[in-house]
């Protein structure tokens, strides 16, 4: 025997290995490659933040060249100016004027189109709304949605416009289960503590305080004023829920997806009356439909933005960038800087609406009132569009207006052709939301705003291929939307503290409306907080 | 040259994996239960591999030439396994035995592989180097294949491409073989023109691929097809046996010529038959013409519109020759005109008015096919109803699915239509329901037109009666947001066919 040698050397089976990886990958990327696909078109999009900051810089705006006159100036084109505006007209008041900063009004509920369908950029669906809500239910059967509605018996809703079954999925363990509540593979215990909240909530729902009111209103200034219940915003709903012993990690999971999806804020960051307001406030009766069911369109509440937007046509002055509110002998002056043409005008109003958020609106103002918020905690939040050639589909039950995964950081997505008529099986459209709650508001938002496009996008798909293997294959288009202040979160203490109250007790003749006034950013906070100021605006105009 | 023998080893052990684990997912596709069908194609495979291997110590001469002839056998077989059970699983009595004796004689191929190739290389080696060298290449090819099998041949290439892939990858080392050996080989020429023969045959059918996948669906139906197509919305696929022609939509029966006047004399005649003042009629969906047919018996009617989504569909029934018989031409006629569009989509834009509408749709089987149910597209249809107009509904079988069957009318009144419901028997589906529904009263027609093979007066009137295995049930109307049909409809056939 010669010299014990190893019969194949390290060299050649790490070439062997090398080969063998090397084929593997070269045979997936020709795989890959070969039937190349057309480029994926995408875009990186958002609200002019370069506009709005030009407040912050402290810079000086041009002088004034003209002078308007208006009775009512309403500044801000999301759902409160726009709802303020349609109260206005509708009590025969038609001098007034929208000033918005964006190119296209809707705020929040602003909305895209592209060549397979309209999709939503942020807001997508409005509940129905409260038997009380008598304002909103006016609006609904002004714009179609309602056709029978007496005020007396439930009222009859356009069939077409209510979300159509199936509405929600979750996906949770490698299988699609129907609604958003995790109900398949629970312990005992699990379904126990979702029994005990459901039933708590339940109790809650139908409970008035000392002052009659319901607890939980909508709009929520309309809740009761029982100490009792408002004790809830003073701790946060993840504290309370420990405090009750609510431990399941389903359940927690649950909630937490309600609070990120209403507030943009985790269990801890939401305070505990708003986390029970979201499951307690809703009281709807329809003719037609569930009490919990939802209206929506495939431009999400883009549609709503649309008709208010046909009623107010004439009133609308988009690309303006109103930079000083000033209270004057005579009324309120205005100065507004057209973003177009870099003029500035000062528009002289009998009475002002001011329909941004607080921390504009406190630097806009000369006379702010004392003590009301200036700093609003804000999430940032990401929406992603992204167009596909054929819908997605799955283990378990079919394709939703809604789907959500249990495992991912995202809230899902509502895929923006299921109000569609008849036959579809063609391209479509999802709307990915994604709040960014691993970090303070302020930490992320800057961090947000420094990732590229394709940083988005790469998160956004690989999330995506989590619950839909392939769907990277058939995306078309992906176009990103970044809101940097993206809504209000209902912190412990911000919805019944002082602060607030200085805003809605506020009196004269510049009222502020925004969901930054009731801490929670859904359509009918908006909607009430425009219709407050309207009213309150209504008693300085005297159109001439 | 030594190299060139193990790349060979590499490349067969891959093939022969991939041969293995085609015959194992095809056998869990077709027969279902992956582990038994894994764990039985992977037993009989070693085994096989075992008897090649005894067998080889019988091969004594012309070892290499003997290999050549082996490699290019396994490509052929491997590379056609798929491809012949897939489109043998119809045909053959007993699947388990053509998939099972696949299994075994690739596997006694693959068997002989190896210790033929040692006994190749012996003289190149020493022993203890040789088995080393052999079965490190075996392995390292083994695992290729594993890896590649699923993350990238199944997704992107389907089981009837991968085993024609690698079966041509495996007659390519065969021919690489004798070209390199060519001056050891007795008669390489004709080894050579047979592997490439073999060669020709695997990228052929590689090529072919698409289309035997398709031949072999077609021996899904139990008569000849004569006919199949695929369109946007549906698989079309006509079957033929004597003067018995079926149509399928996506592998659901739609009529058999046998009885279809059965279902389609029924759908027209007691409705429209009570409206001797109509002119105008509209079909929705029934893109086979058949109802048309029906509707033509009608000298008052002057204009049938019969909207369906597929064009393939309606042009078959209007230019092919056997299926224009069975509509009696009547999608020619001057009378008809045929729009391709979306029913409901049409319908919110039209302002056309019509006497009677037939609805012909598939069963509401998704949610899809569940809006063309609703309450909304009844009200639509409403408002295209000409004052005293009615409406037919074919609303599935009351007898299997007598949810879904009230559900229907429940949702014709819902949308604020009288209703009257009748059955009749068609043999090719069972007891079957309808709906006449209409903004007035609805009554029986009092005469009906001639020609009639099915319906006649003196019967008629049975056919209303609904007898207790049959008789109205307590339902929830079918709503956009509730899709309430589609749930009955699931459970109550689910439940038929289990």
């Not at chain 2, 090719?428 to 009906?448: H, I, K, N, Y």
């Amino acid at each position: 025997m010669g010299r014990l040698q190893p019969v194949i050397s390290r060299r050649e089976l790490l070439k062997g290995l090398l080969a063998v990886g090397a084929g593997a990958i070269g045979t997936a990327l020709g795989v890959q490659w070969w039937p190349r696909q057309r480029p994926i078109e995408a875009q990186l999009k958002g609200p002019s933040a370069d506009r709005g900051h030009r407040l912050r810089t402290g810079e000086s705006f041009p002088p004034p060249t003209r002078t308007r006159s208006v009775a009512v100036a309403i500044v801000g084109g999301g759902v409160a100016g726009l709802s303020a505006g349609w109260w206005l007209q509708r009590q025969g008041l038609t001098d007034l004027e929208i000033l918005e900063l964006e190119p296209e009004v809707g705020g929040n509920s602003r909305s895209g189109r592209n060549a397979v369908s309209a999709y939503p950029l942020g807001a997508h669906y409005l509940p129905l709304p409260n038997p009380d809500n008598a304002p909103l239910l006016t609006l609904l059967a002004e714009l179609g949605v309602i056709t029978v509605y007496d005020g007396v018996h439930p009222p009859v809703y356009r069939e077409e416009y209510l979300c159509h079954e199936p509405d929600e999925r979750l996906y949770r363990n490698g299988i699609w289960q129907s609604g958003l509540v995790p109900r398949l593979g629970l312990t005992a215990a699990e379904k126990e503590q979702f029994a005990r909240f459901f039933g708590f909530v339940e109790s809650l729902r139908h409970t008035r305080g000392n002052d009659g009111k319901y607890v939980f209103g909508i709009p929520l200034d309309s809740s009761s004023t029982d100490p009792q219940y408002r004790a809830y915003d003073s701790i946060s709903f993840g504290q309370w829920l420990t405090d009750q012993g609510y431990t399941a990690p389903a359940l927690l999971w649950y909630l937490e997806y309600c609070c990120r999806d209403d507030y943009g804020a985790t269990l801890a960051d939401t305070s505990a009356w708003a986390g029970l307001h979201y499951h307690a406030s809703r009281r709807a009766q329809a003719a037609n439909a569930d009490p919990d069911t939802v209206l929506t369109w495939p431009q999400g509440n883009g549609w709503l933005i649309e008709r208010l937007e046909e009623r107010l046509s004439g009133y609308l002055s988009p690309n303006q960038l109103v930079h000083s509110v000033a209270q004057t002998a005579g009324g309120v002056e205005l100065l507004c800087l057209d973003c177009i043409t870099q003029e500035t005008v000062r528009i002289l109003a009998q009475a002002a609406i001011v329909a941004v958020p607080l921390s504009v609106a406190c630097r806009i103002c000369t006379n702010y009132p004392a003590g009301a918020p200036r700093q609003v905690r804000q999430t940032p939040w990401f929406v992603a569009n992204v167009t596909i050639s054929r819908a997605p589909q799955g283990a378990g039950e079919p394709l939703a207006w809604d789907n959500v995964s249990y495992h991912s950081p995202s809230l899902g997505y509502v895929v923006a052709t299921h109000q569609t008529l008849g036959q579809y099986a063609g391209p479509t459209v999802l709307t990915y939301y994604l709040p960014l709650t691993e970090q303070p508001p302020t930490t992320v938002r800057a961090w947000a705003q420094a990732q590229p496009l394709a940083y988005w996008q790469a998160r956004v798909l690989t999330d995506l291929e989590q619950i839909h293997p392939g769907i990277g294959q058939t995306v078309t288009a992906f176009e990103g939307w970044l809101w940097g202040h993206g809504m209000v979160s209902p912190t412990p203490g911000y919805i019944w503290g002082p602060e607030r109250q200085v805003l809605i007790r506020h009196t004269g003749s510049i009222q502020f409306a925004h969901t930054d006034c009731s801490g929670i950013s859904i359509f009918e906070e908006g909607f009430a907080q425009g219709l407050r100021a309207a009213q309150h605006v209504m008693r300085y105009a005297n159109p001439a | 040259m030594p190299i060139l023998l193990l790349v060979t080893v590499f490349v067969i052990a891959t093939c022969g994996l991939v041969y293995e684990l085609v015959a194992g997912a095809l056998a869990s596709y077709l027969l279902g239960d992956s582990v038994t069908q894994f764990s039985t194609v992977i037993g009989v495979y070693l085994f096989a591999m075992g008897v090649g291997s005894y067998l080889s110590q019988f091969v004594k001469h012309q070892v290499l030439s003997v290999f050549i002839r082996i490699e290019l056998l396994i490509g052929l077989v491997g590379g056609c396994s798929a491809a012949s059970m897939f489109l043998l699983f119809e045909v053959v009595s007993s699947f388990r035995v053509l998939l099972y004796g696949e299994v075994l004689l690739i596997g006694t191929l693959v068997g002989l592989e190896i210790p033929l190739l040692m006994r190749i290389l012996r003289d190149r080696y020493t022993f203890d180097e040789l088995i080393a060298r052999v079965f490190t290449f075996d392995y390292i090819g083994a695992l290729l294949a594993s890896l590649l099998f699923p993350l990238v041949l199944v997704p992107y290439l389907g089981l009837m491409q991968t085993g024609f892939l690698f079966g041509a990858i495996n007659v390519a080392v065969g021919v690489g073989v004798v070209l390199v050996f060519w001056r050891q080989l007795p008669r390489p020429r004709s080894l050579l023109w047979l592997g490439l023969v073999c060669f020709a045959v695997l990228l052929t059918g590689l090529a072919l691929s698409e289309r035997l996948l398709d031949w072999s669906e077609r021996q899904a139906y139990a008569e000849p097809v004569v006919l199949a197509r695929s369109t946007p919305y549906q698989r079309i696929v006509l079957t033929q046996s004597g003067a018995r022609v079926r149509l399928f939509l996506n592998g659901n029966l739609q009529f058999s010529s046998d009885d279809e006047y059965r279902y389609h004399e029924a759908l027209v005649h007691p409705g429209l038959a009570a409206l001797p003042q109509a002119q105008r009629v509209l079909v929705l969906g029934g893109g086979d013409g058949m109802a048309v047919r029906e509707v033509l018996r009608y000298p008052g009617v002057r204009e049938v519109v019969l909207v369906d989504l597929d064009s393939a569909m309606t042009g078959l029934f209007h230019h092919n020759r056997l299926l224009a018989d069975l509509n009696g031409g009547a999608l020619g006629s001057p009378r008809v005109r045929v729009v391709n569009a979306d029913a409901y989509q049409w319908l919110r834009t039209t302002d056309a008015r019509f006497d009677f509408v037939v609805c012909d749709f598939p069963d509401p089987s998704n949610f899809s096919l569940g809006k063309l149910y609703s309450t909304a597209f009844y009200r639509q249809l409403r408002r295209v109803l000409a004052p005293g107009g009615r409406l037919v509904v074919q609303s599935t079988s009351p007898f299997v699915a007598p949810k879904s069957f009230w559900c229907v009318v429940a949702t014709l009144q819902s949308a604020g239509l009288r209703t009257l419901p009748y059955h009749v028997h068609v043999p090719s589906f069972g007891e079957w329901g309808f709906v006449v529904a209409g903004t007035d009263s609805v009554d029986l027609p009092r005469q009906l037109p001639d020609g009639l093979r099915f319906l006649s007066l003196a019967t008629l009137p049975g056919y209303f009666d609904f007898p207790p295995d049959m008789a109205p049930v307590p339902v929830s109307v079918n709503r956009l947001n509730n899709q309430a049909l589609v749930h009955y409809f699931e459970r109550e056939w689910a439940a038929y066919s289990r």
